[in-house]
């Protein structure tokens, strides 16, 4: 089977799990013999792994194609020159985009009443705002659905809805739509209409849905309307890499690290983790605690952090990637994930790989696959201080879930997912 796939986050330029997930997805679906076309938003072709080819590729907005070989020769990742990044929100984007000034070859006029020069035509080269770019990517797929064969169509989130749509439109192929995250999850009831519409739209359009958890599933059937026979579910995975070995670190019994890491937004449940952190530091004065990651909370959650008085002991890392995310669990002695809604995941199975215990929210669909790992409601920060302390305080405790993760941890398999991908391509009409 041939899989025109379009996304937004791909190794080596990733931001968060969906970056994680396509990379597992489409490994795991290249290895059962299916082929794999990734389309991504990028703004420039640089560091690319060494494992990858860069070779010509259209004049329209795709000038860059990507060959992936060994057990990756099957998928083509095609990167398209745009702003596009994960998780951005509209301001996010307006602030790449005045950066974008400084460094494009942009035309100008001389304007006798403004006195001075004026740029022209930025829109030719992005958009001028997040929806319009996510349009203007929409129409690389267009001529990638006329001069590429293929037989499904499988988008990830709403940023790829429109692109999804235009090359259904021109192929005629099925479409999969993949929900990693929705906009409730993201932005809780303040929620951007513009996204969710197009969310909504791509759901209603797409001739199958895959939700990531159970979890998100429910929120699609209550919150978008959408039929549930409609969706499948198909949970992350995770895959051991020779990182776990390279950067295993002895921990110290007297030093203990606490670790968030995530993105520091109002989703990510940051505020209940710096305020269990002041109760557990409370009865144990001498943990650490690191948060790693950043987001629109960060100020936020620094000032509180002086509020309360603990700053000696919180550590703000900033954005880690690559070897400094797998460095920082080996050092870490417990993982927690408060997330207010959390589709799936993946992190937690990260740590898990490097046998560090995790407490996960109930409310993330994660938790629907881990039966051992310790639960809390994300705002129960009292109950998730509890947790941490215990975990810190008792080995007898750390030993048991480490044990138990590692048995867990065998039966989850980005193979199983991409077994069960292929059904709802078969579902939608393949």
């Known amino acids: 089977m041939r899989i025109l796939m379009f996304g937004w986050e791909f190794p080596p330029h990733m931001s968060g799990g969906l970056g994680t997930a ?60 745009s702003l596009l990044r994960p998780y951005m929100t509209q301001g996010q984007y307006a602030s790449l985009l005045r950066k974008q000034y ?7 006029r001389y304007d006798r009443g403004k006195k001075g020069y004026v740029f022209l035509d930025i829109s030719e080269k992005y958009g001028p705002d997040l929806i319009s770019e996510v349009l203007r990517y929409s129409k690389v797929a267009c001529v990638i659905g006329k001069s590429h064969t293929f037989d499904v169509i499988h988008a990830h989130d709403w940023m790829t ?12 192929k099925p479409f999969v739509l993949h929900i990693h995250s929705l906009e409730f999850d993201r932005s809780g009831e303040h929620i951007n209409r513009n996204i969710y519409d197009i969310e909504r ?40 890499t020779e990182a776990v070995k390279s950067y295993h670190i002895e921990r110290e019994p007297d030093r203990k690290i606490v670790l968030f890491l995530g993105r520091i937004t109002f989703q990510k449940g940051p505020d209940s983790f710096v305020e269990a952190a002041s109760l557990v530091l409370n009865e144990l004065p001498e943990v650490t605690f690191v948060m790693a990651g950043a987001g629109d ?38 993982y927690v994930m408060p997330s207010v809604s959390e589709p799936f995941g993946i992190s937690p199975l990260e740590a898990m790989l490097y046998d560090v215990p995790v407490i996960i929210s109930r409310q993330s669909g994660v938790s629907e ?3 051992h790992a310790l639960k809390i409601d ?38 199983t997912a991409a077994q069960q991908i292929a059904k709802v391509y078969r579902l939608a009409g393949v």
């Open 369 to 371: 696959i881990l039966r």
């Open 22 to 81: 396509c990379f597992g997805i489409t490994k795991a679906l290249s290895g059962l013999g299916h082929s794999v076309i990734f389309v991504i938003p990028r703004m420039n072709a640089g560091d690319e792994p060494s494992h990858v080819e860069l070779v010509s590729a259209s004049k329209v907005p795709v000038p860059k194609q990507l060959f992936y070989e060994g057990i990756l020769k099957r998928i083509d990742v095609r990167h398209v020159d």
């Open 102 to 108: 400084y460094h494009l070859p942009v035309r100008r």
């Open 161 to 172: 809805v429109f692109a999804a749509m235009n090359a259904k439109k021109v192929s005629g």
């Open 201 to 240: 739209y791509g759901m209603e359009s797409a001739d199958r849905i895959i939700a990531v958890s159970h979890y998100t599933k429910n929120i699609i059937t209550a919150r978008y309307g959408i039929s549930p026979d409609k969706i499948s579910v198909v949970h992350n995975a995770v895959s051991r």
């Open 297 to 334: 909370m960060m100020p936020r959650m620094v000032e509180r952090v002086a509020e309360l008085g603990i700053g000696k002991n919180v550590h703000f890392t900033g954005f880690l990637q690559g070897s400094e995310v797998e460095r920082v669990f080996t050092m870490s002695d417990l």
């Open 378 to 415: 994300f705002w129960d920060v009292k109950e998730m201080a509890n947790k941490m302390i215990a975990v810190l305080k008792y080995p007898e405790l750390v030993e048991e879930m480490v044990e138990r993760s590692r048995e867990e941890l065998k039966n989850i398999h980005w193979e």
